[in-house]
Structure formats: structure tokens, C-alpha cells
């Protein structure tokens, strides 16, 4: 992902893995990080398998939902625009070419209308592929409002990663 660099990824406690594990928090958690000193930012992801319906075509991806205000999380995209609206979508390349979907396209999952805004590289995970949608939006397709998966900590200018990390095992209960 072209995002902003972070220090840390903050999961649910056992999380060992962003695909193969699942991670549940609550949203409200990110005062608690954002408290910790030395925190510039935590900014949530929610991640969730999604059927993405092109016409009678089914596909299954990984969707990444993002706070759309937050320049943590946004992939690098190569086409269109990083900007996500609800309702938009930014698809990885190689999907969106197997697919034969562009930007301005539309294509639907679990009865919403998703419109094409981006092409993301570095997305392509072999058998699966990322795509990116607003936090929102993710939250009310999963039926989970207030619950995100991870949090992505951005450290306040001359803060160590590493000290960051232990001021963050200290005072966090997730």
C-alpha cells in the first residue's frame, strides 16, 4: 500500500496474520491509541471477504474498508483516484483486467451498487486480490457498524517505532 508510513499495526489480542486471522475491535477503541503518547494518528481498517458481482460473474476478494479522511491504509493507485466517496470502489489492476472493468465502471456486492474510482497496484496477493472501500461502507456490508480489524498508528515526528510499539503494549487492552 502507498500509504503513509506506520509504526504499527494494532489487532485484536492472538491476531498473528492480516488474511488468515480474524481481528475484531471496537471503533471506539482508537481514543485509548490515540491517547498514548506519541501517537500522531490510528486510523482503522476493516477487513472482510467480499462477492463482487460483475453480470452473472462471481468473484470473491478481500475487501480493505479504510477511513476515507486518512491518507493510512490508501493503496497505490495507478489509475484514477485514491479519493473514495460510499458507494466507490478501487479495484487492483490485474483484477479490474480480468474483469474487464475500468474506472467509471459499476459492479455490485450483497445488493449495492459499486462504482469504479481506482486501480490500485500492489494489491495482487495471487490467489486473492485487495480491494478498497470506505470504512462505512464496509461496515454496513459485514452488518458489524462500530467494529473495525485493525488500527494503523502513525507516531508523532521524531518518535521511535520501537518505543511507540512498547507505549503502545503498555496502554492498550487490545
Known amino acids: 500500500m502507498a500509504s503513509r508510513p506506520v509504526a504499527a499495526w494494532v489487532a485484536q489480542a492472538s491476531t498473528t496474520n492480516f488474511i488468515k486471522s480474524q481481528s475484531l475491535i471496537p471503533t471506539r477503541v482508537a481514543e485509548t491509541l490515540r491517547a498514548v503518547r506519541g501517537v500522531a494518528?490510528?486510523?482503522?481498517?476493516?477487513?472482510?471477504?467480499l462477492q463482487l458481482e460483475i453480470g452473472a460473474r462471481r468473484?470473491?476478494?478481500?475487501?480493505?474498508?479504510?477511513?476515507?479522511?486518512?491518507?493510512?491504509?490508501?493503496?497505490?493507485?495507478?489509475?484514477?483516484?485514491?479519493?473514495?466517496?460510499p458507494g466507490g470502489?478501487?479495484?487492483?489492476?490485474?483484477?479490474a483486467r480480468r474483469l474487464s472493468l475500468g474506472?467509471?465502471?459499476?459492479?455490485?456486492?450483497?445488493?449495492?451498487?459499486?462504482?469504479?474510482?481506482?486501480?490500485?497496484?500492489?494489491?495482487?496477493?495471487?490467489?486473492?486480490?485487495?480491494?478498497?472501500?470506505?470504512?462505512?461502507?464496509?461496515g454496513e456490508l459485514a452488518g458489524f457498524p462500530g467494529i473495525t480489524s485493525f488500527f494503523l498508528v502513525r507516531g508523532d515526528s521524531g518518535v521511535d517505532g520501537s518505543t511507540l510499539v512498547k507505549r503502545l503494549r503498555d496502554?492498550?487492552?487490545?
Open 89 to 95: 470502489i478501487i479495484l487492483d489492476q490485474v483484477l
Open 41 to 49: 494518528e490510528a486510523t482503522p481498517l476493516l477487513r472482510l471477504i
Open 59 to 85: 468473484v470473491s476478494t478481500i475487501a480493505v474498508g479504510f477511513d476515507s479522511r486518512s491518507l493510512a491504509g490508501r493503496p497505490r493507485v495507478v489509475e484514477g483516484s485514491d479519493r473514495l466517496e
Open 171 to 174: 496502554g492498550c487492552p487490545t
Open 103 to 138: 474506472v467509471g465502471d459499476s459492479l455490485r456486492s450483497q445488493g449495492r451498487t459499486f462504482r469504479v474510482t481506482g486501480l490500485s497496484r500492489g494489491t495482487n496477493l495471487l490467489l486473492t486480490q485487495l480491494v478498497f472501500i470506505t470504512l462505512d461502507d464496509a
